[in-house]
Structure formats: C-alpha cells, structure tokens
C-alpha cells in the first residue's frame, strides 16, 4: 500500500534538558525531585508524513536504534495537535524503547468531528506501511501493540480499540485519560474491544470540561474485557505543598519545548500549562508504562498491580506526607462522580444540565 505523501522529514537528538519542566519547589513531592530515569536510548528521531488531518508524526528510540520495537499510537486532546504538548510523555516513551504514532486527525477547526476515527485509521495504516517497508526505520512489533489517548483523543483510542480494522493488530493494552466525546456516534461499538486488552481509564477530581461521563461509559460498555483485566482511576487534587497538583482537565499535558511545533491555536497556552510533575512521572506515566507491559506480557491489571494498590502511590511531599492516593477500582459504583456529566459535546449548554454537586471524596 503507498503510504502518504510525506510533507516533512528532520532528526532530532533529545538534550539532557528534557524534564527541564518538572517543578524545583522545595516542597515539590519527591517523585517530582527524583533524578532522571537512566533511559535505554539516548535519543530519538522524528519524522513527519502525511497531510492535512491524515498526516502524523512517527517518533522512533535511536542511540542505539533497535531492529523491532512495540508501537504506542498517541492520541491528543481537541485541538491539541502540537505533540510538544505532551512532549515530554513521548520523549519517555521512546527513549524507553517504543516507537510512538502522533495521528494529528484534525486538520483545522473545520475537521469534522466524523472524520476524526477515519482520519486516525488512514493515518495508523500508513505509519505501520512506513515502518514495515520505508528503510531507515524501527520494524513494528506487532503483536506490542498500544494506545494512549486524552480527552477527544481518549474518546478516539477507546473508538480505534472497537474497530476491526484488518490491517491493524489488536491492542494489548488501552488507556484513556479524561475522554471527552465531541460527537457520539453509533459504531464502532465499545463492547468490541478485544477481551485480551488492558484497559485503564481515568477521571479527574477538578475536571470541569468533561467530568466523567464519558470515561464510565467506555469503561461500562467495554463488556469483552473481564474485570481482572480493567482499573478505573480517579485522580484527586492536592494543594499540600507546591507545586500545587491540581486534577484537572489538562493534568496530563506535559510540555516540551524540543518537541514544540507551534501548530495549533492555542499552542502557547497549552504549552505554558504542560507542566511536568507528579502526576505525570508518578502517576500517569507510570500508570501507562506498567499497563503497557502487563498486557505485553499477558498479565492481568490485577496481577500487575495488586488490584490497583500499585497506581494509588504517587509519592511523598518534602516533609513525608503522601501524596493523595488516586481511588481505583472496578466497581463504578463504589467511585464518585465527577461534574459537569454530560461530556464534551457538540450540543446546547445550559446550567440546568449541570449537577454541581458531587460526592465528597474521601480524604
């Protein structure tokens, strides 16, 4: 299969400045102060292909550059197709030894919300067609197969998880942060997510974009997997110490300026709110790295991680105090809710559509 036109092509070597973003308080959570992981790979490269919304970023670990590696495809938020958004999360998943996917899939503010899986499937297809045949790359692993998603994106990962594409492998493992849905659609339906995937999906305490609604319907109508193999986590706000580490919709952002491409509308602010933190090298980071490898290895969730004992530890302030343990479970109705409940959605906004009142998280 001709894979797209590619519209851009440059390497580039991560400096040892890539958590330059993480905070240096005093009283910073000692994650946040820990010194940087001793990375397999010393660098990465990048390529850009394709156009429009079908085009992506392919990231691949070099120095030394391994023959096979597994494939994380990355989803971003709406909006937030600048991958130096999250760059420092892709930065730590390549140089730990992944090939990333960067599916852009809207190509302005025009992009219809339908187009969003096809654009996301065109562009997947072609990334795996480059690796497989173009030289100079990483051979894709197929059978190390995941997908990374936040907010639209994660809505979008547990969408492009449902599909039975053919030429696609199954994914091993699915996490989903903050899913927003801009446009509810009839399929693919979520119960066909393969039974042998991972899942993990996450809320926010403080999220006031999309609450969580839609992450209890993807993980309640991904019927096929069976409760072992799922973890829902609620991920809550605390102000303890500074950096303050808020839970909230863009909590998983992690900026970083090598990765910057200006692109977006709203570059400069998102980029200005990627901070890199506990919640991210401790928490989500950690969350993603131990799913990942789990599902590579045909573990449970609950042998991985003790039932979710080991995504509830996010670290300790500066003086000891732990750091709020995020609730994780399988049982929905066990977890609070989290407001405003109806979603991202191309629909009217009114205040009586809101519940502003949730139950108390237990502290």
């Known amino acids: 299969m001709p894979h797209l036109p590619r519209i851009g092509r440059f390497w580039l070597v991560i400096a040892s400045t890539a958590f330059a ?19 397999p790979h010393k660098s990465i490269t990048r ?4 156009v429009g919304g079908r085009s992506y970023w392919l990231y691949e670990p070099a120095e030394p550059t391994p023959r096979r ?27 730990s030894g992944r090939v990333v996917i960067f599916p852009r899939y809207q190509h302005d503010w025009a992009t219809r919300p339908a187009d969003f899986l096809p654009n996301t499937v ?17 051979r894709p692993d197929r059978d190390r197969f995941a997908l990374i998603g936040h907010s639209a994106g ?60 839609r992450a209890r319907q993807i993980f309640a109508e991904a019927t096929a997997i069976p409760p072992a193999r799922k973890k829902y986590v609620l991920y809550r706000t605390d102000r303890h110490g500074r950096p303050r580490l808020v839970a909230d919709h863009l909590a998983p952002t992690a900026s970083f300026q090598a990765l910057d491409t200006g692109g977006g509308p709203f570059a400069g602010y998102q980029m200005d709110r990627g901070e890199t933190n506990a919640f991210d090298q401790s928490g989500f980071w950690r969350l ?72 108390p998280l237990p502290r």
Request: proline share 9%; glycine share 8%; aromatic share 8%.
């Open 21 to 39: 973003s993480v905070a240096r308080a005093d009283d910073a959570p000692s994650s946040s102060r820990a010194p940087r992981p001793d990375y």
């Open 47 to 50: 390529r850009e292909y394709g």
């Open 69 to 95: 590696a597994p494939v994380v495809v990355f989803l971003h938020g709406w909006l937030a197709w600048n991958p130096g958004v999250y760059g420092a999360w892709i930065d730590h998943l390549v140089r």
């Open 122 to 138: 065109a562009a997947v297809r072609d990334a795996f067609d480059v690796l497989e045949t173009a030289p100079g790359h990483v």
């Open 154 to 213: 994660g809505n979008l990962a547990a969408l492009l998880a449902a599909t039975r594409e053919p030429s696609l492998p199954k994914p091993r493992a699915l996490v989903v942060l903050m899913p927003g849905e801009v446009l509810a659609v009839r399929e693919p339906v979520l119960e066909h997510i393969p039974e042998e995937t991972l899942l993990v999906v996450v809320a926010a305490e403080d999220d006031l974009v999309v609450g969580d609604h």
């Open 288 to 359: 993603a790295d131990v799913t990942i490898e789990a599902g590579f290895s045909g573990s449970t969730l609950d042998a991985a991680t003790d039932h979710g004992e080991l995504f509830r530890h996010l670290g300790y302030w500066s003086d000891g105090h732990a750091v709020a343990r995020p609730i994780v479970g399988d049982d929905l109705s066990a977890i609070p809710r989290v407001f405003p409940n109806n979603g991202l959605r191309l629909s009217t906004w009114t205040p009586r559509r809101i519940t502003p009142i949730a139950t």
